[in-house]
């Protein structure tokens, strides 16, 4: 069967053998054949010698640098905190991978923090910029003023905590108060 541009494929529909294309954006090697991803429509490029599929859905939902992320911190190891991210800004589609991320020190605020237990604590909701994509790992940057905790628990009673300035926050429960990086959409 001959695949021309513009007909419909299924994921994993054999597309060409990879002497005669080059895998393209919706298109994987698979022992020799070049097959599709994803459902959509082929599309050829002769000069460049690739196929590809385009999908009507968008194809999967996939991280690039600039993206704006939430997560949650897991955990701080010395100089890094350690992040699972959750989902992308301005979208309701599930990501494609289950990415995990970590921030560096010095890439939570333009100035100086001593530790990073003043930007950051275990369970805080965050929103951050990615910086650096490694596989489905991220580095992440919170640097900008809509960038940093979003959402933050008391780390004595695990109450939710109200903002009282750029870099601290109260607990209306055990009346106790703590630094944080927030974003200005906290």
Known sequence: MKIDSGD???????????????????????????????????????????????SKSGGPNLLKIGDIVYGEIKDLRGQRALVTVYSKKDTKRQLALPYMAAIHISQITRGYID????????????????????????????EDSDCGVVKAMCTKCRSYMEPVNNNEVHCPVCNRNEKRKLSSNY
């Open 8 to 54: 419909f494929v299924m994921p994993g529909d054999f597309l060409s053998v990879s002497e005669q294309f080059l895998p393209g954006k919706g298109a994987y090697e698979d022992d020799g054949n070049v097959k599709s991803a994803v459902p959509g429509n082929v599309l050829i490029d002769k000069k460049a010698k690739e196929i590809s599929v385009i």
């Open 115 to 142: 530790k990073l237990s003043d930007a950051f604590r275990i369970g805080d909701l965050i929103e951050a910029r990615v910086v650096k994509i490694m596989g489905d790992n991220l580095d992440l940057n919170t």
